[in-house]
Nanobody, 127 residues
């Protein structure tokens, strides 16, 4: 129904910035919630940021508040994660996701049961 493709990952020095992009295609009309998640080997996937598309309401994990920003571009059917002041602990595989649920909020960061997922893009932050 919905296909998501991430891009923009790479290697960066601590304190640097990266912008991840997620391109959505298919039946995207009901994807009210969009988000970014990350995972490292041996750890559970964790929510980074989510946005309720209709209202533009955003929710962030405490570890990234003030450093990361999630945004959407309806005309291009994309949404981005802008990351600044990157730290080594931000190193992970980052996934974009979308869900038709009418509401999403801070709980979405921990339940992370979105319906559609991208393939992931690696972010590596070195000291």
């Amino acid at each position: 129904q919905v296909q998501l493709v991430e891009s923009g990952g790479g290697s960066v020095q601590a304190g640097g910035s990266l912008r991840l992009s997620c391109a959505a295609s298919g039946y995207t009309y009901s994807t009210n919630c969009m988000g970014w998640f990350r995972q490292t080997p041996g750890k559970e996937r964790e929510g980074v940021a989510v946005v309720l598309t209709g209202r533009g309401s955003t929710y962030y994990a405490d570890s990234v508040k003030g450093r990361f920003t999630i945004s959407q571009d309806n005309a291009k059917n994309t949404f981005d994660l802008r990351m600044t002041s990157l730290k080594p602990e931000d190193t992970a595989m980052y996934y974009c996701a979308a869900d038709p649920a009418p509401l999403c909020g801070s709980w979405s960061l921990v339940t992370n049961d979105f319906a559609y997922w991208g393939q992931g893009t690696q972010v590596t932050v070195s000291s």
